[in-house]
């Protein structure tokens, strides 16, 4: 293969690689669809060879699941999987603000504080919009995803650790939690998403960054709390419906 027809491939490749991880963050892509070759081929108007290789390397990094014979499926987390995940970040997130090399720079911070500050505008914005379309809600999801990774990607980042923030980006961590469609959405809970990032960052502001490690750790409990809640939840209601089933 030639130079050039080798750089197309990898270009055609990368398309089709962004093209399913956006469909996955956006919602588009829900835990369980199945991803077809054929339907992102004739959309990126690509041919079905580099469609392939994305998904393959998505399987790789743990966002999509092959089954033989049936396809390829967003990968669908079980609760066991979820708290470990949130459990990574934690050791992740939180020891890097205790770490002897921990620092930011006035340009950290300011990105920081934009990350608050867009997510206290999508807030907003939802709370101005009566009825948002489907496309409306697709794009405020992957706004709020955006910004919510940025967020915790900076702090990481302030550890000066390649190793950590190359494991929060190669296992795929956030997107995994953001794909599972296990974020809340409601009012209450994005309005206690902006208050802790806010808190977080004024302990950053401050360099306190030993009380900032208490709240991110607060923070991240907390979700994990809500969805093992959510999980015990679902999990005695089939017990129920099963109960009224034998009757």
Known sequence: MGY????????????AYEAIREAILRGDLREGDRVSEYAFAKKLELSRAPIREAINQLVTQGLLNQVPGSGTFVRKLNFDE??????????????????PRFSLTKPDLDAIQEACEEIARLIEETEQA?????????????????ADARFHLLIL??????????TMQDRFILELIWSSNRVSLE??????????????????????????????????????????????????????????AVR
């Open 157 to 166: 980042r302030g550890a000066r650790n390649k190793l950590a923030l190359q």
């Open 130 to 146: 009566t009825q948002p379309t489907e496309s409306e809600k697709t794009l405020f999801i992957q706004r709020l995803y955006l």
């Open 82 to 99: 979820l708290e470990e995940l949130y459990e990574l970040r934690e050791w992740l997130e939180c020891s890097a603000l205790v770490s």
């Open 4 to 15: 050039f027809s080798r750089q197309m491939t990898d270009s055609c490749k990368t398309t």
């Open 187 to 244: 009012e209450q809970s994005l309005a206690r998403l902006h208050k802790e990032h806010q808190e977080i960052f004024q302990q950053l502001q401050q360099r306190e960054y030993s009380a900032a490690s208490t709240l991110l750790r607060k923070h991240i409990q907390f979700a994990i709390n809500h969805y093992r809640d959510l999980y015990h939840d679902q999990v005695n209601d089939v017990l129920l419906d099963h109960c009224f």
